[in-house]
């Protein structure tokens, strides 16, 4: 049987690499990916790996032929970026939106990537200096990977079994911040966020750190002049998925 080689395409990622350690193979910035076949399909609609929440990295494992790493590794812009690729490798650059009464088609090649000046900052480190605007405390954070994501998820499952109202924000933030006024002691860093964490400083920090992620930008605009971000979901690949046969 004649074999089939099919082509693939080098995915640039937001983060160009930049904050990735020396010697790290996502450093180059580059990932180069296959186009989307039936066994992928075969991926998005494994009702297991949907119940664990796993789908969507299982497809990226399944589309990624180098460099070879782990999913935990990537920053979650990058991750983003990849899962743009995936849709556009497997069923075309062009997706319908809709809101409302409304829909509209967006070219997702056209989506550009955000927050990609890196000159004043340093290479191969992904920690950050902020001063909160209201109160003036000086904090560090750092932005989020693969794992930190899974290990939130994770935390809030086992805190919700015990308090269905356990908050996803004080969670995420416990992972962000690596350091209030210099201490890095985690019991200090909860303490701040639970007791001295003014909202008006919470908005700004989480702001600042949608400023600071290298990511690909989701927003468009509708027909009616509002900006409206797509969704990265199971629906963003394979949106009929229920009447598949």
């Keep these: 049987m004649a074999e089939f080689k099919f082509p693939t395409e080098t995915v640039d990622l937001p ?8 010697g790290h193979p996502l450093k180059e910035g580059k990932v180069e990916m296959k186009y989307m076949t039936a066994k992928e399909e075969d991926i998005l609609a494994n009702a ?7 789908v969507l990295d299982k497809l990226l494992e399944s589309l990624i032929i180098s460099p070879k790493f782990s999913l935990d590794d990537l920053l979650i812009g990058d991750k983003n970026a990849l899962l743009v690729a995936a849709r556009i ?8 939106v809709s809101y409302g009464k409304n829909t509209q088609t967006v070219d997702l090649s056209k989506l550009d990537n955000i927050n990609d000046d890196f000159s004043n900052l340093t290479e191969g480190v992904n920690e950050f200096s902020y001063t ?5 405390t000086e904090i560090t954070f750092k932005l989020l990977t693969g794992k930190d994501e ?5 935390e809030l499952e086992g805190l919700r079994k015990i308090n ?3 908050g996803e924000l004080t969670t ?5 911040i690596t350091s209030v006024s210099g201490n890095r002691d985690m019991e200090s860093i909860i303490n701040f966020i639970n007791n001295y964490l003014l909202a008006s400083d919470s908005r700004a920090l989480r702001e600042h750190y949608k400023s ?12 009616d002049g509002r900006f409206r971000t797509i969704p990265i979901g199971l629906d963003f690949f394979w949106p009929d998925i229920a009447n598949s046969f």
């Excluded at 899974?150 to 994770?154: H, P, Y």
């Design 164 to 166: 269905p109202e356990a």
């Design 150 to 154: 899974k290990s939130i998820t994770k």
């Design 132 to 136: 909160m605007p209201s109160t003036g």
């Design 89 to 96: 490798l497997g069923y075309g650059s062009n997706y319908t």
């Design 172 to 176: 995420r933030f416990r992972f962000i």
């Design 212 to 223: 600071t992620m290298p990511d690909i930008d989701m927003s468009y605009e509708g027909e």
């Design 15 to 22: 983060s160009k690499g930049f904050f990735y350690p020396e």
């Design 48 to 54: 297991n790996y949907i119940q664990q929440g796993i």
